[in-house]
């Protein structure tokens, strides 16, 4: 049941205090701005917390942990990620959140052969029955859809990573937000939209791979511009709430860091399109005084085939 749990949560993410550690001697400074991690200081902060960009399911290879990331851990005493993962009471508090409201099925929302077209594929690839899923919101399934599409046979996310590092290090994880609030956003979304968006990916499986290769690549090169223009460029029920799904969101994490960062260093660990551009995370934190620092990630890049 926790594995069935975490799978749901990173799903949604398509997601707690012990003493300070020193800071190492340095983490050195990215030479430019493509970097998923970075340093926020200044403002009132004794000492720096950090910025981690994430990508919530990608191929298990390219979810590792660099020797710079692990340094930053070495400098804080807690991670936050957008939603407590390791919080099962939670996990199971939110399954209820998933379900479409009023008792709505996908066979509600879908023509009889549309239904059968989703059920036959998610009967064929998804670990979990299906007739759990048909109650859930669509955007939820989409997410799994994504999961099909990656390039290698077994998927992972960084949140698992990170969660697991801090287990070890016995470093509290926490969340900014709860899972329960996650997935009741896409009840501001018609479900009959959500719904065609399934269809819709379900049926272009194999055949448009293109935004999904690109924002591999762009995480790999850790290009938060090239990351940014991906995201920018999905014109279905993402693209039309925005605000809804990023941009608000982003302001709520802004109002939360400073104070987070104030009792004790820490590392936010969030969707690396939560970065860039002028309404995502780090701008916000720069208007807010902070002081935003490249570091250097030097992960492992791959040669898995796009």
């Known amino acids: 049941m926790r594995l069935y749990l975490k799978y749901l949560a990173m799903a949604a993410l398509a997601a707690v205090s012990m003493g300070c550690k020193s800071q190492p001697a340095s983490i050195a400074s990215a030479d430019n701005s493509n970097t ?133 290090r016995k470093q509290e994880i926490k969340g900014l937000e709860t899972m329960e609030f996650q997935v009741g956003l896409f009840d501001s979304i018609p479900y ?7 269809l819709k990916a379900i049926d272009s499986m194999g055949q448009d791979k293109g935004s999904i290769d690109s924002l591999l690549l762009a995480y790999r090169q850790q290009d938060l511009a090239m990351i940014e223009k991906v995201s920018m460029m999905d014109d279905g029920a993402v693209g039309g709430n925005l605000d809804l799904l990023l941009y608000s969101r982003n302001r709520n994490w802004a109002a939360q860091v400073g104070p987070i960062a104030q009792k004790m260093p820490t590392l936010f660990a969030v969707g690396a399109a939560h970065l860039p551009g002028s309404q995502g995370l780090l701008e916000l934190l720069r208007k807010q005084g902070y002081t935003l620092r490249p570091l250097k990630n030097e992960t492992t890049v791959k040669t898995t085939s796009l």
């Open 192 to 198: 009959a939209v959500q719904a065609k968006e399934l």
């Open 36 to 168: 998923l991690l970075w340093e926020v200081s200044g403002n009132g902060l004794a000492r720096p917390s950090f910025i981690l960009g994430t990508m919530h399911i990608l191929c298990a290879q390219d979810a590792n942990l660099s020797p710079q990331l692990r340094q930053v851990l070495d400098a804080t005493g807690q991670v936050y990620l957008e939603i407590d993962m390791d919080d099962l009471g939670q996990m199971f508090g939110s399954l209820k959140a998933m379900a479409m409201r009023n008792g709505t099925k996908l066979s509600d929302l879908l023509s009889p052969e549309e239904y059968q077209r989703v059920e036959k594929f998610f009967g064929q690839k998804s670990p979990l029955p299906f007739s759990m899923m048909e109650r859930y919101k669509p955007m939820l399934l989409s997410a799994m859809v994504v999961e099909q599409q990656l390039p290698c046979e077994k998927a992972n996310g960084m949140e698992i990573m990170l969660m697991a590092e801090a287990t070890t």
